[in-house]
């Protein structure tokens, strides 16, 4: 029995999740408003093997500013973004709200690149945040 499932928005991705998250975050970073119509993309960050992914995926890679290469692996028949993966974490797996079947209990409890987010974003006052990146999760043995 999986804890969460989810799909692409034509459903040639499925995905099956088997852990609780080890973080989530709302990110404002200018790579996330760029495919997330600009506004922040919501993740929840797994560990790798937890994440079943059922489907071809299409993968797109970047450098971050760190150094980093990021892969943001996505739907190519309907373009989805399903999730990205840091090469400085090879354990986790940082799934895109978007394609977790909902009702689900997931919800952003950090906010991340506030420094990058265009001037009408709104900020939960609750939620801890960055202006840009902030510590890894640690990972859960
Ligand atoms: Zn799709
Ligand atoms: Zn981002």
Known sequence: MSRY??????????????????ATRQ???????????????NNAIFPADAV???????????TAA?????????????????????SARPTMKTVRFGVID?????????VIWTGDAPQWAVFDPA???FAGQPPAPAPKD
């Open 102 to 110: 909902q009702p689900h209990d997931l919800a952003p409890r950090m």
């Open 5 to 22: 499932t989810g799909r692409c928005a034509c459903g040639a991705v499925r995905l099956r999740i088997d852990a609780q998250p080890l």
């Open 66 to 86: 760190s150094g980093n290469t990021l892969t943001f692996h996505f739907c190519p028949a309907c373009g989805a973004q399903v999730y990205a993966q840091s």
């Open 127 to 129: 939620l801890e945040q």
């Open 27 to 41: 990110c404002w970073c200018r790579q996330c408003q760029t495919i997330a119509a600009g506004s922040a993309t």
């Open 52 to 62: 079943h992914i059922d489907g071809a995926l299409a993968a797109s890679a970047w």
